[in-house]
């Protein structure tokens, strides 16, 4: 089972930054595609983006343009950059594997980082 472990998450007013780091613990990172996720109360997780092992990225549509996500494979971390937040992002995030990933465990989440936005 591959660790994970978010952190960097707060309060922010709206309009604010804030950026996000995930730290895995295996050997093998650079060939895992790494993926953050959401979940507000009362909602279901939401997949916010994803970059690949070559370091493409993919964004949902809610934050295209505000948020980056980037990897140092030697750092073993994904941050995820987060701007011009607004109070609908206010939720729990995590990292996690890609689903197509042989590495994934659907059963599998770190503790996650709350990011609040709020005034």
């Known amino acids: 089972q591959v660790q994970l472990v978010e952190s960097g998450g707060g309060l922010v007013q709206p309009g604010g930054s804030l950026r996000l780091s995930c730290v895995a613990s295996t050997s093998i990172f650079s060939s895992i595609p790494m993926g953050w996720y959401r979940q507000a109360p009362g909602k279901e997780r939401e997949w916010v983006g994803f970059?690949?092992?070559?370091?493409?990225?993919t964004y949902a549509g809610s934050v295209k343009g505000r948020f980056t996500i980037s990897r140092d494979n030697a750092k073993n971390t994904v941050w995820l950059q987060m701007n011009t937040l607004k109070p609908e992002d206010t939720a729990v995030y995590y990292c996690?594997?890609?689903?197509?990933?042989?590495?994934?465990?659907?059963?599998?989440w770190g503790q996650g980082t709350q990011v609040t936005v709020s005034s």
């Open positions: 996690n594997i890609m689903p197509g990933s042989r590495w994934y465990n659907r059963d599998y």
């Open positions: 970059i690949s092992t070559t370091y493409d990225t």
